[in-house]
């Protein structure tokens, strides 16, 4: 099973500021096979980057996904205060696990 | 718009048995993989099962694998999982998903339902 490890826990940012949320595999992920998604209180899951770094229809372009192999990152440029959320990586290569998730929480 | 209501959600007791319902709409259900993905209180996400668009081919996370088994009606455009041998520990709010594709492995989860809560508890 690959197992995703996300960081930091949580991140205590301001609107307008940058947010960078790492996502860590134990085996190398084939073909970039990793999702991102946000989950607000009281919400089911959103889809916000597949492939990597391939932006979900009607998702801002603060939002950008990167990385291979391992290592991933998702990035929000600037953040506005609908942002602020839970954050899970999930990898397709080999069956499916997400990652423990990151809060985004107002500093 | 693609719309999943999932139903099916009780209270049920240790080694009980309980069947979810997905009801799909806004899209063409039987060009797609479904999933099913469960959240326990307070904690992250869980995939649970698969099964891919004609029904051929289904797999199942290890924690629920002989216990539970994913099933599709597709003149019915609904999912359902059958839930054995039910654990405290099963506890948590079910989502069913529609895939990104009809792959019999799954890629990524498009869209998502609102869940439904199954208590394992005494």
């Known amino acids: 099973e690959i197992v995703l490890t996300q960081s930091p826990g949580t991140l205590s940012l301001s609107p307008g500021e940058r947010a960078t949320l790492s996502c860590r595999a134990s085996?190398?992920?084939?073909?970039?096979?990793l999702a991102w998604y946000q989950q607000k209180p009281g919400q089911a899951p959103r889809l916000l980057i597949y492939g990597a770094s391939s932006r979900a229809t009607g998702i801002p372009d603060r939002f950008s996904g990167s990385g291979s192999g391992t290592d991933f990152t998702l990035t929000i440029s600037r953040l506005e205060p609908e942002d602020f959320a839970v954050y899970y990586c999930q990898q397709y290569g080999r069956s499916h696990t997400f990652g423990g998730g990151t809060k985004v929480e107002i500093k | 718009e693609v719309q999943l209501v999932e139903s099916g959600g009780v209270v049920v007791q240790p080694g009980g048995s309980l069947r979810l319902s997905c009801a799909a709409s806004?899209?063409?259900?039987?060009?797609?993989?479904m999933h099913w993905v469960r959240q326990a209180p307070g904690k992250g996400l869980e995939w649970v099962s698969l099964?891919?668009?004609?029904?051929?081919?289904?797999s199942y996370a290890d924690s629920v694998d002989g216990r539970f088994t994913i099933s599709r009606d597709n003149s019915k455009n609904s999912l359902y999982l059958q839930m054995n041998s039910l654990r405290t520990e099963d506890t948590a709010l079910y989502y069913c998903a529609k895939d990104s594709s009809s792959s019999s492995l799954g890629e990524y989860f498009h869209h998502w339902g609102q869940g439904t809560l199954v208590t394992v508890s005494s």
């Open positions: 806004g899209f063409t259900f039987d060009d797609y993989t």
């Open positions: 085996q190398s992920i084939s073909s970039s096979y």
């Open positions: 099964i891919a668009w004609d029904g051929g081919a289904t």
